[in-house]
């Protein structure tokens, strides 16, 4: 099969060697999928992952149990043993001996074929295009930051970034119908944010009064950490959305004074985020920058790391 | 009057200018105060603090309106506005215009006299010798541990370091029956908390698991932040009490990965830490290493930044 892999670089392959799904497993036929700058933090060396990347994906079930067969799904990206503690406590997205669908010992679906979980499986509704799909699982990351800040009405929040993550979680917030500000660098990006009725600001004409209650960083640089920083109130909240693959740190010390909380999060609900695309609660058909053949993954993991790029989509049936 | 000023180095001056205190202050004459870690920080460039040093002391009131002269005192350090967003809302701690007393734009109480306002006094019991009373600031700091995450007996709990600020959190964790452990590098204050029914692990001999409900990190450094994140369990939280005067940055990406909440927390209440002082739920003559006359404070300075050291305290009256 066709795939892109992370070896010591990224080389497309023509004939990569076709999965072979273990116990509980099935072959997804991937239709389209979904560059993340998680893929391009991978590329830099985070996890040191080897082997195929990819995690957000829409494909048709190919082998596997007889009620998935021919099935249009997506799949969740943590694959774990219901074992462990954190299993056994609810927990199961923290397993301790999960692999991570092309993130973290396992392939993902950068690629003909893909095996996942049958467990993982989330059948797509009909009303959703294969391009809507693919943006399951960065929108039930969005979805994640709701379950970890009570957002109500008179919240003061600002999303810090607005890349593909930054516009996913602005929308999702803005439903909560809290006081929201998008913040970033990039016009064309920001006016996407408006359209969506988002008030946005650029960085350079922001004013930081240290009083927002709370601030999703998007950013993925400690930077975007610096400045969420100093939005942040005393007593305010800071959700930490994005990793950054460097080893640049950050300094603490004002959360301490601030007294701020700190809440890292990862991935979230696929159901709610399923839910949230049916009902056009989160518009990203403005966000696909190109879709590109899937033998040109090279190149459009290329023009996914440009700063003018939201999401740039894989098509396996170009 | 005496007083152990900062200025581009630190100086014992026998003749520095009494403090005038300004509307709603009273004087109290010092008789007893305790070296803090923030203090060292201090002469090590943090805040860029200018003026005399000291917020943890216990005196009585000299000068004021009638209903506290005479009386012995501890202070609450945060001077505030009571008109600022902050202070409207509950949150005075962090008002806007805040002085800190001998860490923010306001001297403090190494000295023979020191001005605040009456507003942030707090009558000590008699049944508190001066050398307890000048501990209930740091106790009021421990206890703010206890409303920035929920202790219940279940609780898996570690606080990690065992010098002046982790011995108090610790005792003060105790009394909520969690399950918890002190991890330090000195047997001598390891055997403290042991003293006190705590469980106490010499950092070398110590296992992370990532199994942890929560970790307070009193360390003071940034390796024992790193030191937490190893030891707290997904979705777990840790706690930060103390600022760390260097740059010396944090990497974060384990907080998204894994979720944790980073709180941090700064002053408490010194009602709940006088209560707790009066009836012996936190212990601190133990932690007392040395008493020094008020003229040797450049020396007990220097011996409470040793690594042995626990609390070094000031005599104003020897």
């Known amino acids: 099969?066709?795939?892109?892999?992370?070896?010591?670089?990224?080389?497309?392959?023509?004939?990569?060697?076709?999965?072979?799904?273990?116990?509980?497993?099935?072959?997804?036929?991937?239709?389209?999928?979904?560059?993340?700058?998680?893929?391009?933090?991978?590329?830099?060396?985070y996890m040191q992952f080897r082997g195929v990347?990819?995690?957000?994906f829409v494909g048709v079930v190919e082998s596997g149990?007889?009620?998935?067969?021919?099935?249009?799904?997506?799949?969740?990206?943590?694959?774990?043993?219901?074992?462990?503690?954190?299993?056994?406590?609810?927990?199961?997205n923290h397993c301790r001996k999960r692999t991570v669908v092309g993130i973290d010992g396992r392939d993902g679906g950068f690629a003909d074929l893909v095996s996942v979980p049958e467990a993982n499986l989330h059948e797509v509704p009909d009303t959703l295009s294969d391009e809507q799909a693919v943006f399951v699982e960065p929108v039930a990351a969005a979805y994640q930051t709701l379950s970890q800040y009570p957002f109500v009405a008179k919240t003061k929040?600002?999303?810090?970034?607005?890349?593909?993550?930054?516009?996913?979680?602005?929308?999702?917030?803005?439903?909560?119908?809290?006081q929201l500000t998008v913040v970033g660098r990039n016009e064309a990006k920001l006016l996407l944010a408006e359209k969506r009725g988002v008030q946005a600001v650029h960085v350079d004409e922001l004013i930081c009064r240290a009083d927002h209650d709370?601030?999703?960083?998007?950013?993925?640089?400690?930077?975007?950490?610096?400045?969420?920083?100093?939005?942040?109130?005393?007593?305010?909240?800071?959700?930490?959305?994005?990793?950054?693959a460097g080893e640049q740190g950050v300094n603490l010390a004002a959360v301490v004074v601030n007294e701020i909380?700190?809440?890292?999060?990862?991935?979230?609900?696929?159901?709610?985020?399923i839910n949230a695309l049916v009902r056009e609660a989160v518009e990203v058909r403005p966000m696909i920058t190109q879709t590109f053949p899937f033998d040109r993954a090279v190149e459009a993991m290329a023009v996914a790391g440009r700063r003018e790029s939201l999401k740039i989509l894989l098509d396996m049936r170009r």
């Not at 990347?53 to 957000?56: K, R």
């Not at 996913?168 to 119908?177: F, N």
């Open 1 to 45: 099969m066709r795939a892109l892999v992370l070896e010591k670089k990224l080389q497309y392959q023509a004939n990569h060697p076709d999965p072979k799904p273990g116990e509980g497993e099935c072959l997804v036929r991937v239709l389209m999928a979904g560059i993340c700058s998680t893929d391009l933090q991978l590329v830099q060396g």
């Open 53 to 56: 990347l990819g995690h957000e």
């Open 65 to 92: 149990s007889a009620a998935w067969l021919g099935k249009r799904v997506v799949c969740e990206i943590n694959c774990v043993c219901r074992g462990c503690d954190m299993c056994l406590s609810g927990l199961a």
């Open 157 to 178: 929040a600002t999303v810090v970034g607005s890349g593909r993550l930054g516009l996913l979680v602005a929308q999702v917030l803005a439903e909560t119908g809290c």
């Open 214 to 244: 709370v601030v999703v960083d998007c950013s993925g640089s400690p930077e975007g950490f610096e400045l969420a920083m100093r939005l942040v109130r005393p007593r305010g909240s800071i959700v930490l959305k994005s990793t950054f």
């Open 261 to 273: 909380t700190v809440v890292g999060s990862r991935c979230g609900s696929f159901t709610e985020a």
